[in-house]
């Protein structure tokens, strides 16, 4: 079975300062690692995957994170918060399937809105 | 970059009514397509998967005969809420992979459903 916790349901920071949205995870075998963005009444947005390979991964919109196996986490930053980045984050988690890959059944965090102040 | 269109964006019926909603992979190939559900302030919960020219795949839980899915071709799959009721009322979001190896999901818009 699989699980994610993303810590903190709600996080606040100012317009140019650092974003850091945590992300855990529990996998019985090597996870294939997402992050999500969403914004209001809208679907998902991929920001970035970790499927095998280098461990920090980057994004779009300038966004990165960390693979840390030994931690089992898999934190999202950005080093400059801009106010267009207000939206709510889904950390996710699939089985990846040797010689083939499905994405399509992951399981997802509880999401954390993040607020930008100006 | 791969786009998937879901509709309709919102809709409102009455208890005991049906509603189709259909999601479309527009500029790619979609053997197997997923659904989710949302629940206002709460995570996505995987329904079912549905996979063309077959059966779809339901989680544990989810009731197959109120939720049908068909999938009849490689671009289209459609969710129907029968016999809906006001505890249905969720956020309903679809989401495909082209078929190469590697592909990641892409996510509709959304439908969000309220039943009176």
């Known amino acids: 079975a699989q699980s994610v916790t993303q810590l903190g349901s709600h996080v606040s920071v100012s317009e140019g300062a650092l974003v850091l949205l945590r992300c855990n995870y529990s996998?019985?075998?090597?996870?294939?690692l997402f992050w999500y963005v969403q914004y209001p009444n809208q679907g998902l947005q991929l920001l970035l995957k970790?499927?095998?390979?280098?461990?920090l991964v980057k994004g779009i919109n300038g966004f990165e994170a960390e693979f840390k196996k030994s931690e089992t986490s898999f934190h999202l930053t950005k080093p400059s918060a801009h106010m267009s980045d207000a939206a709510e984050y889904f950390c996710?988690?699939?089985?990846?399937?040797?010689?083939?890959?499905?994405?399509?059944?992951?399981?997802f965090g509880q999401g954390t809105i993040l607020t930008v102040h100006p | 970059g791969a786009v998937v269109s879901q509709h309709p964006s919102r809709v409102i019926c009455k208890s005991g009514t049906s509603v189709k909603i259909e999601c479309r992979s527009l500029?790619?190939?979609?053997?197997?397509m997923f659904w989710y559900r949302q629940f206002p302030k709460q995570s996505l919960m995987l329904m079912a998967t549905?996979?063309?020219?077959?059966?779809?795949?339901?989680e544990q839980g989810v009731e197959k005969d109120k939720f049908l899915i068909n999938h009849a071709s490689l671009t289209l799959s459609t969710l129907t809420v029968t016999s809906a009721h006001p505890e249905d009322s969720s956020f309903y979001i679809c989401?495909?992979?082209?078929?190469?190896?590697?592909?990641?999901?892409?996510f509709g818009n959304g439908t969000r459903l309220t039943v009176t």
């Open positions: 989401s495909a992979s082209p078929s190469s190896v590697n592909s990641p999901l892409h």
């Open positions: 996998s019985s075998v090597p996870p294939y």
């Open positions: 970790y499927t095998t390979g280098a461990t």
């Open positions: 996710a988690v699939s089985r990846g399937i040797a010689g083939g890959t499905s994405y399509g059944k992951l399981t």
């Open positions: 500029d790619f190939q979609a053997t197997t």
């Open positions: 549905s996979n063309e020219g077959s059966k779809a795949t339901y």
